[in-house]
């Protein structure tokens, strides 16, 4: 199975930009789809953007459809959030989720431990 570990996570002013990191280790990441969710309390984790294992299709939020940039390097086993234009509606914690199967919004078999993202008006 795979371990993943997300990072770049902070404090930033709202119309700002931040670049998340998912790092995996165990199995290689590039046999897995992934995609980043978020959570703020009291609210059911929602989807944000997902990219499949050969990175050859992404899928996007309506709310960050735009603003939000998924890409993954399968050479260095990693995938990034680019977050531009930051919202303080954005802030949340933001986990990085994998599956052996396919690019979805739901499903995951495995996730990091989340990373905060907050955004100041």
């Known amino acids: 199975q795979v371990q993943l570990v997300e990072s770049g996570g902070g404090l930033v002013q709202a119309g700002g930009s931040l670049r998340l990191s998912c790092a995996g280790s165990?199995?290689?990441?590039?046999?897995?789809?992934v995609a980043w969710f978020r959570q703020t309390p009291g609210k059911e984790r929602e989807f944000v953007a997902g990219i499949s294992w050969s990175g050859g299709s992404t899928d996007y939020a309506d709310s960050v459809l735009g603003r939000f940039t998924i890409s993954r390097d399968n050479a260095k086993n990693a995938v990034y959030l680019q977050m531009n234009s930051l919202k303080p509606e954005d802030t949340a914690v933001y986990y990085c989720?994998?599956?052996?199967?396919?690019?979805?919004?739901?499903?995951?078999?495995?996730w990091g431990q989340g990373t905060q993202v907050t955004v100041s008006s």
């Open positions: 989720a994998a599956n052996p199967r396919r690019l979805m919004r739901y499903g995951y078999d495995y």
């Open positions: 165990g199995r290689t990441l590039s046999s897995y789809a």
